[in-house]
């Protein structure tokens, strides 16, 4: 999760793995003293992403298109640690994911998926400024990227990861050659979602070697 914000309000970048998850978020903003953000985005449809949206109320929800058809699927599906084990039994491969998700959710009282209120096909540039480009790849077909040009940082989501596990095929790997197309001399931090921000000299290090 990310958060960018100055006086034209706040774009949170994810929403966090679970209601709780996200209501630590808004704890910790609000003892710093950072406003309550106004759009969250979803730099991608996967539950690790999205599951923590109902606990962020008031925030206009954007999202690339290909990502809502999946989410409302997702918002369909009676959620419970029942329904999560009798899921992996049928289908073992889901396993690490809906296990992750059943240690996640501490409750499911008044959880609910939330698609986007707000979706875009390319780019999209919010009023901060923001800017959102679809990149998509393996990992997820609505996979976007987050552009901050004042503070010259790309926050990349999951993007150019493999697929999800159950959907892993033998070789499948980081697609190192979206991120050769991503990188660009007027971006000098690159953070994706699950790993340590990387400078541009780093990331390119990274991708040729």
Request: proline share 8%; glycine share 8%.
């Amino acid at each position: 999760m990310a958060l960018i914000t100055d006086e034209r309000g706040g774009v949170l970048v994810d929403a966090g793995h679970s209601p709780g998850h996200a209501r630590e978020i808004r704890a910790a903003l609000a003892a710093a003293g950072l406003p309550e953000p106004r759009w969250l985005v979803y730099t991608h449809h996967h539950w690790d992403h999205v599951w923590g949206a109902c606990a962020w109320p008031g925030v206009e929800i954007v999202g690339h298109v290909a990502g809502e058809a999946p989410l409302r699927a997702e918002a369909a599906r009676p959620w419970s640690h029942r329904y999560l084990r009798e899921q992996v039994r049928a289908e073992p491969r889901l396993g690490p994911s809906f296990r992750a998700r059943a240690l996640a959710m501490d409750s499911w009282d008044d959880f609910a998926v939330l698609p986007p209120t707000r979706t875009f096909t390319d780019e999209l540039e919010l009023p901060t400024g923001v800017r959102l480009r679809h990149v998509g790849g393996r990992h997820a077909a609505d996979s976007t990227v987050v552009l901050v040009p004042d503070s010259a940082v790309m926050l990349l989501g999951d993007c150019f990861y493999p697929p999800p596990v159950h959907l892993r095929q033998d070789g499948d790997g980081p697609d190192l050659a979206q991120v050769r197309r991503l990188l660009d001399d007027r971006y000098h931090w690159y953070v994706s979602s699950h790993a340590d921000p990387m400078t541009l000299d780093e990331a390119r290090a990274a991708v040729e070697g």
